[in-house]
């Protein structure tokens, strides 16, 4: 099968990647970064397509998390990393050609995932949403990467928060089931069940304490950063 050997080789890949630039970056302060996601973030549903009776394939998003911070310069949030065949379409086009329907499609709201990428430049928030099948049952197969060891800051700065994906209640949003971050042939059922899915963010630069707190307060009104955090991690009392 191709899928599994792309999904090995890529993987491969974007670690090694990752593990060296880590390296060079503490080599090179100027040009080095907080690691970025990298690797695979997917999520395919496949199956019957009610509208047309024709068996469909749903690619949702792939490549799309958090940018390493750098030595003068905030990471990106929901950046692509590495990839230059990605794309990310607005939901409406997604549900117009697909038999999906979206609760939502955010940038990851620091405040679930406090300290994210802290540091004297922050790492990118990663991407979230909730989907799942609009009108009849849908197989999913998901790849989902730093679930379990968050992407690395440097020169003190912030780890990423980890990305992750699970089954839902469509109805109530309570999680049904944790998913590996490997795995297929999960089905879900319209109106019973919705995938959660959540990217990784990307490593921060340098210390925290070290941030401009005019900074801050732009990342407060651009909800970046939660004022909890600012006085927890930044020390910056308000």
């Given at each position: 099968?191709?899928?599994?050997?792309m999904?090995?080789?890529?993987?491969?890949?974007?670690?090694?990647?990752?593990?060296?630039?880590?390296?060079?970056?503490?080599?090179?302060?100027?040009?080095?970064?907080?690691?970025?996601?990298?690797?695979?973030?997917?999520?395919?549903?496949?199956?019957?397509?009610?509208?047309n009776?024709?068996?469909?394939?749903?690619n949702?998003?792939?490549?799309?998390?958090?940018?390493?911070?750098?030595?003068?310069?905030?990471?990106?949030p929901?950046?692509?990393?590495?990839?230059?065949?990605?794309?990310?379409?607005?939901?409406?086009?997604?549900?117009?050609?697909?038999?999906?329907?979206?609760?939502?499609?955010?940038?990851?709201?620091?405040?679930?995932?406090?300290?994210?990428?802290?540091?004297?430049?922050?790492?990118?928030?990663?991407?979230?949403?909730?989907?799942?099948?609009?009108?009849?049952?849908?197989?999913?197969?998901?790849r989902?990467?730093?679930?379990?060891?968050?992407?690395?800051?440097?020169?003190?700065g912030?780890?990423?928060?980890?990305?992750?994906?699970?089954i839902?209640?469509?109805?109530?949003?309570e999680?049904?089931?944790?998913?590996?971050?490997?795995?297929?042939?999960?089905?879900?059922?319209?109106e019973?069940?919705?995938?959660?899915?959540?990217?990784?963010?990307?490593?921060?630069?340098g210390?925290?304490?070290?941030?401009?707190?005019?900074?801050?307060?732009?990342?407060?009104?651009?909800?970046?950063?939660?004022?909890?955090?600012?006085?927890?991690?930044?020390?910056?009392?308000?």
């Amino acid at each position: 099968s191709t899928a599994p050997m792309m999904a090995s080789t890529t993987e491969v890949g974007q670690a090694v990647h990752n593990v060296v630039w880590h390296c060079l970056s503490q080599a090179n302060p100027v040009k080095g970064s907080g690691i970025w996601t990298g690797s695979l973030d997917t999520a395919i549903f496949y199956g019957l397509n009610q509208r047309n009776k024709k068996f469909t394939i749903c690619n949702l998003t792939q490549v799309i998390g958090g940018g390493g911070a750098r030595n003068s310069m905030d990471g990106w949030p929901v950046a692509h990393a590495k990839a230059a065949n990605t794309n990310l379409p607005n939901i409406e086009i997604h549900e117009a050609y697909w038999p999906v329907i979206y609760k939502f499609r955010r940038i990851v709201p620091e405040k679930d995932v406090a300290g994210s990428g802290a540091g004297t430049f922050h790492g990118g928030l990663g991407m979230e949403l909730e989907v799942g099948p609009y009108d009849g049952p849908l197989k999913l197969q998901n790849r989902g990467n730093h679930v379990y060891h968050p992407t690395a800051g440097v020169f003190g700065g912030f780890g990423g928060h980890p990305g992750g994906m699970e089954i839902r209640d469509a109805k109530t949003g309570e999680t049904k089931k944790k998913l590996r971050p490997k795995g297929l042939d999960y089905l879900l059922e319209p109106e019973k069940d919705s995938l959660f899915m959540r990217t990784p963010g990307g490593g921060g630069y340098g210390e925290p304490f070290k941030r401009d707190p005019g900074n801050l307060e732009e990342d407060i009104l651009e909800e970046f950063v939660s004022s909890e955090t600012v006085e927890k991690i930044y020390g910056v009392q308000r």
